[in-house]
T-cell receptor, first 112, second 113 residues
């Protein structure tokens, strides 16, 4: 049974810092991994999707890496800004379907 | 291009009542999935529909049901509401079944009193 874990649960950093969020999964037979952002009381915004054949994906100040063999993914945020404050979630499908298994998320606070 | 639209945004219901939530996927997307989000359990998968057929179902009681229409719009229904059903219900749309890049709506906040 696939389980997804995100550490740390919460993170507070000063503006301008580079930071790394971690996501680990127990079954390495994944099709892809998706990172999302959620603002309080809102829906999820898709940030990056990494296919199983890829090692990393980049979008602006965000870079996500994937290491299937070790069951880990990281989301790197460069030059953090207060607007980056949100909860970040990673998710994997247990098979090639639309069902996603989510981690519990990392709540990020970037202080001005 | 319009995103995923969920209606209503907020609902307050009484225990024992039933409720229907609606989701309109991104134009051209044919797969719709539903999730329940609570502070204690996080995001949990409810069900997935593609071409009006339920393809996957999560571990929820039979009080939770759904359907998808020919235009890909989907509804979920919860009967005999319990206090524990209070949650944010999120709908996600994907291009096709097995295409797991998911795009989420803003959610429906259901409060059961």
């Amino acid at each position: 049974k696939q389980e997804v874990t995100q550490i740390p649960a919460a993170l507070s950093v000063p503006e301008g810092e580079n930071l790394v969020l971690n996501c680990s999964f127990t079954d390495s037979a994944i099709y892809n991994l998706q990172w999302f952002r959620q603002d309080p009381g809102k829906g999820l915004t898709s940030l990056l999707l990494i296919q199983s054949s890829q090692r990393e994906q980049t979008s602006g100040r965000l870079n996500a890496s994937l290491d299937k063999s070790s069951g880990r993914s990281t989301l790197y945020i460069a030059a953090s800004q207060p607007g980056d404050s949100a909860t970040y979630l990673c998710a994997v499908p247990p098979s090639n379907t639309g069902k996603l298994i989510f981690g519990q998320g990392t709540t990020l606070q970037v202080k001005p | 291009k319009a995103g995923v639209t969920q209606t209503p945004r907020y609902l307050i219901k009484t225990r024992g009542q039933q409720v229907t939530l609606s989701c309109s996927p991104i134009s051209g997307h044919r797969s719709v999935s539903w999730y329940q989000q609570t502070p204690g359990q996080g995001l949990q998968f409810l069900f997935e529909y593609f071409s009006e057929t339920q393809r996957n179902k999560g571990n929820f009681p039979g009080r939770f049901s759904g359907r998808q229409f020919s235009n890909s719009r989907s509804e979920m229904n919860v009967s005999t509401l319990e206090l524990g059903d209070s949650a944010l219900y999120l709908c996600a749309s994907s291009l096709s079944w097995g295409e797991t890049e998911a795009f989420f709506g803003q959610g429906t906040r259901l409060t059961v009193v």
